[in-house]
């Protein structure tokens, strides 16, 4: 399933990475891209988009 997040908290390529890892620890087929400028993370991904937003939220990051 395609999920489309606006993640207003990253600032930096280490928020990308640690997003990246959240999701792939649910999922490690996942393929995930994470945009710094735009603060969107996209992915492709057989967990919930509600199991995605809280992997990214105990990583202490905001997702609207």
Same mark, same amino acid.
């Given at each position: 399933?395609? @999920?489309? /997040?606006?993640?207003?908290? +990253?600032?930096?390529?280490?928020? $990308? %990475?640690? @997003?990246?890892? $959240? +999701?792939? &620890? /649910? %999922?490690?087929?996942? #393929? !995930? #891209?994470?945009?710094? =400028?735009?603060? =969107?993370?996209?992915? &492709?991904?057989?967990?919930? =988009?509600?199991? !995605?937003? &809280?992997? +990214?939220?105990? #990583?202490?990051?905001? !997702? &609207?």
């Amino acid at each position: 399933m395609a @999920i489309q /997040l606006k993640v207003p908290s +990253i600032v930096c390529d280490g928020c $990308a %990475d640690t @997003i990246t890892k $959240a +999701i792939t &620890e /649910l %999922d490690s087929g996942a #393929k !995930v #891209k994470v945009n710094v =400028e735009t603060k =969107e993370v996209s992915t &492709e991904t057989s967990a919930s =988009e509600s199991a !995605v937003r &809280e992997a +990214i939220t105990a #990583k202490g990051h905001t !997702v &609207e």
